[in-house]
């Protein structure tokens, strides 16, 4: 009697021709990063476990587009602790996306070029819980939750309810700001384990936030 034998990755290439391939599923996480702490760090990995994200990017800002404009250092050193920060994570990576273009970062502009640049990717914006209830303010909101999907990160105190779809997710209270790491610099505190040791370096070497 003859056996047959499974070619599985024939059977997978007439799966993708008749279905589609999967789509890659990446998460965002945009910010000042004024500087780039531990939390961020740990808010992205739980997000990509829980999620089963394939990859997290970061997305440093040129100019933020709050009302009240936070006073960040150079891009150019915002950029280099980012990288810093994630090099021993391999499913994170860096996108200098909203640097290079320049101008006011506009969340639904970096979401609308990443798409055309990559069409076969599934968004997940990555937010704290307390800015879940300043959505409504942000610029084009009603054609940015069509193209991204909002991922809120639960905080004590913060609002659960939103008139936009948010996928929740449980993190660990970390109670870490670049406003706090930027006080304790000032007041010539200790910043270990609060940021990654080669930003606390680097933060050092290059003297920020001291004035």
Request: net charge neutral; aromatic share 8%.
């Amino acid at each position: 009697m003859q056996t047959s034998t499974v070619d599985v990755p024939k059977i997978q290439v007439m799966s993708e021709l008749m279905f589609g391939a999967p789509k890659k599923r990446v998460g965002l996480m945009g910010g000042t990063f004024n500087p780039v702490h531990n939390g961020h760090l740990i808010v992205a990995d739980q997000v990509a476990s829980q999620l089963g994200l394939d990859q997290v990017v970061f997305l440093p800002d040129n100019l933020p587009p709050h009302v009240d404009k936070k006073e960040a250092i150079a891009a150019k050193d915002r950029v280099k602790m980012v990288r810093m920060a994630i090099a021993g994570n391999e499913k994170f990576t860096l996108d200098t996306l909203e640097v290079d273009r320049g101008g006011v970062s506009y969340t639904y502009d970096t979401i609308k070029e990443l798409k055309a640049r990559h069409p076969d990717v599934d968004y997940y914006f990555i937010i704290g819980g307390d800015m879940v209830e300043y959505l409504p303010k942000w610029n084009r909101i009603d054609e940015l939750v069509k193209m991204v999907k909002f991922v809120g990160v639960k905080r004590t105190g913060a609002k659960m309810n939103s008139k936009y779809p948010i996928l929740w997710v449980d993190v660990p209270t970390i109670d870490i700001s670049s406003t706090l790491i930027r006080n304790k610099i000032k007041q010539g505190c200790s910043i270990r384990y609060l940021v990654p040791d080669a930003v606390a370096e680097y933060l050092k070497e290059e003297g920020l936030y001291r004035d």
